[in-house]
């Protein structure tokens, strides 16, 4: 057990939906990261946040958005949903934003579009 | 960004050391080596990282060449639990927004009893 936890574990939605993915790090880490992994695509990275800012961007669709609360947890929000983002999405927590910090995967959310 | 090579796949028996090698020949001076693995579909697994020392975890050992373009990580007594895909990633392309996958396609090991 890695101590990140994802919830919801599976999510079933319709084409143009909304839906949130959230994210609770392991205690005391600081920064999370937002990651999907499609078969074809392997495991892209999304966006970062370190304690409540925006650290680094990755290859996320404009239609996706998240945040990193007060608490620390974070959420994905993924609009107008369309066939090809179904995906395991994966957040991962660090201590630190430094490289030699290692990251910490929760069990992901696996979102089928439909 | 460092770039990683790994053969596709690899076969290990059980209870035998795993050796998993990796080549990164652009890696910089100020950038880990790092290994992860994942299982089926499960979240990517922490291995273990390095700079340019050998370094041994209660999971596994590392150990990096002396120029720094190679690694290979050891499993020292194999599992059948221990087959899944590992990964080997420089660290700095953990957070770029590169246009390939992060992770890259990593190594296959299949360990058969």
């Known amino acids: 057990d890695s101590g990140v936890t994802q919830t919801p574990k599976h999510l079933i939605t319709a084409t143009g939906q909304r839906v949130t993915l959230r994210c609770s790090p392991r205690?005391?880490?600081?920064?999370v990261y937002w990651y999907q992994q499609s078969l074809d695509q392997g495991l892209q990275f999304l966006i970062q946040y370190y304690n409540g800012e925006e650290r680094a961007k990755g290859n996320i669709l404009e239609r996706f958005s998240a945040q990193q609360f007060p608490d620390l947890h974070s959420e994905l929000n993924l609009s107008s949903l369309e066939l090809g983002d179904s995906a395991l999405y994966f957040c991962?927590?660090?201590?630190?934003?430094?490289?030699?910090?290692?990251?910490?995967f929760g069990n992901g959310t696996r979102l089928t579009v439909t | 960004d460092a770039k990683t090579t790994q053969p596709t796949s690899m076969d290990c028996a059980e209870g035998r050391a795993a050796n998993l090698p990796c080549n990164h020949s652009?890696?910089?001076?100020?950038?880990?080596v790092y290994w992860y693995r994942q299982i089926h579909s499960q979240g990517p697994q922490y291995i273990i990282h390095?700079?340019?020392n050998n370094e041994t975890n209660e999971m596994a050992s590392l150990i990096i060449t002396e120029d720094r373009k190679s690694s290979t990580l050891i499993l020292p007594h194999a599992t059948l639990r221990d087959t899944a895909v590992y990964y080997c990633?420089?660290?700095?392309?953990?957070?770029?927004?590169?246009?390939?996958?992060?992770f890259g396609d990593g190594t296959t090991l299949t360990v058969k009893p």
């Open positions: 205690s005391g880490d600081l920064s």
């Open positions: 390095g700079l340019k």
């Open positions: 990633i420089v660290r700095a392309q953990l957070n770029t927004n590169a246009g390939k996958s992060t």
């Open positions: 991962a927590s660090s201590v630190a934003d430094r490289v030699e910090s290692p990251l910490h």
């Open positions: 652009t890696i910089s001076g100020n950038e880990y």
